[in-house]
């Protein structure tokens, strides 16, 4: 399966941004995704997952209460809301995509988009 993210850009803290993630060449709803980011300096870390047909889904604890996790199986799109955003929230966001069971190690995922910056100023 072949991922292209996309959604991010410049916002201004407390500020809200959707990012999408579209698949091609699978079966969108054999696969558990997830998003993870990556800030400069920084080790990549999960952001939030979600099972395939989406009832399941995590969110991690730095931004619990603020964003959400979706997916849209027929349009082959997973997607990631962002509201208050913070300037910590600064990185380049990955999808990324994987069978078997739900994890969060990135190492565990086999698939993954190009990334999309998000930059939150202060």
């Known amino acids: 399966v072949q991922l292209q993210a996309s959604g991010g850009g410049l916002v201004q803290a407390g500020g809200s941004l959707r990012l999408s993630c579209a698949a091609s060449?699978?079966?969108?709803?054999?696969?558990?995704m997830a998003w993870f980011r990556q800030a400069p300096g920084k080790e990549r870390e999960v952001v939030a997952r979600?099972?395939?047909?989406?009832?399941?889904?995590y969110v991690g604890d730095s931004v619990k209460g603020r964003f959400t996790i979706s997916r849209n199986n027929p349009k082959k799109t997973v997607y990631l809301q962002m509201n208050s955003l913070k300037p910590e929230d600064t990185a380049v966001y990955y999808c990324?995509?994987?069978?078997?069971?739900?994890?969060?190690?990135?190492?565990?995922?086999?698939?993954w988009g190009q990334g999309t910056l998000v930059t939150v100023s202060s």
């Open positions: 060449g699978g079966t969108f709803s054999r696969y558990f």
């Open positions: 979600i099972g395939r047909n989406g009832a399941t889904t």
């Open positions: 990324a995509a994987r069978e078997g069971i739900l994890t969060a190690r990135p190492s565990d995922y086999i698939y």
